[in-house]
């Protein structure tokens, strides 16, 4: 017995259809070609044609993995994946610039998956806010500093200066590597 099948109406078939993703083949019995796989959807893409094993998640913009960046938020294209490739499920994309993070397999174009959180352990990847920048890191704290550590030897770990204005915007929950 193999996966659970995926339930799919006429109707979003047509959604599908409308939105790129698919080509249907006429005289063929489940004649379908996939054409973007998976597909990049826009924010008017019903939400009907996403089933419960799948998220929509926005891309918000870019973060960085080396020097931090401003995020330019606002963006209205839409991912709709399958919820087991995160843990937990994330509640947005962001697009890797830069190499800081890729002994940790994290590298340049990916997308990663952030879930919104203002607080995390010692020893998870964040998404951090350093004087209105973002950038993905990996955590370390202690009672005496907080720092966030590269997994690239050929960056600088950033240490947080007290007084800095720092955040914690989310913890990483997986990522996507589009070809």
């Known amino acids: 017995t193999g996966p659970n099948p995926i339930l799919i109406d006429h109707a979003h078939l047509e959604a599908l259809e409308a939105a790129g993703a698919i080509e249907r083949l006429p005289g063929r019995a489940r004649g379908l070609r996939v054409i973007q796989s998976p597909p990049l959807m826009q924010a008017d893409l019903p939400l009907a044609a996403v089933s419960d094993d799948a998220v929509r998640l926005p891309v918000l913009g870019q973060v960085a993995a080396g020097a931090p960046i401003g995020a330019d938020i606002g963006s209205d294209q839409y991912?709709?994946?399958?919820?087991?490739?995160?843990?937990?499920?994330?509640?947005?994309?962001?697009?890797?610039?830069?190499?800081?993070?890729?002994?940790?397999?994290?590298?340049?174009?990916?997308?990663?998956?952030?879930?919104?959180?203002?607080?995390?352990?010692?020893?998870?990847t964040v998404v951090a806010r350093i004087d209105g920048?973002?950038?993905?890191?990996?955590?370390?704290?202690?009672?005496?500093?907080?720092?966030?550590?590269?997994?690239?030897?050929?960056?600088?770990?950033?240490?947080?200066?007290?007084?800095?204005?720092?955040?914690?915007?989310?913890?990483?929950?997986?990522?996507?590597?589009?070809?």
């Open 133 to 179: 920048e973002l950038t993905i890191k990996r955590l370390q704290r202690n009672a005496r500093r907080l720092r966030l550590l590269p997994r690239n030897p050929e960056h600088a770990p950033i240490e947080i200066q007290r007084g800095q204005d720092f955040a914690i915007e989310g913890v990483y929950c997986g990522l996507v590597r589009r070809g």
């Open 79 to 124: 991912l709709v994946l399958d919820r087991k490739l995160f843990s937990p499920t994330p509640d947005y994309l962001l697009k890797v610039q830069g190499d800081s993070m890729r002994d940790d397999g994290i590298l340049d174009g990916d997308l990663v998956g952030v879930k919104r959180s203002s607080d995390a352990r010692d020893g998870q």
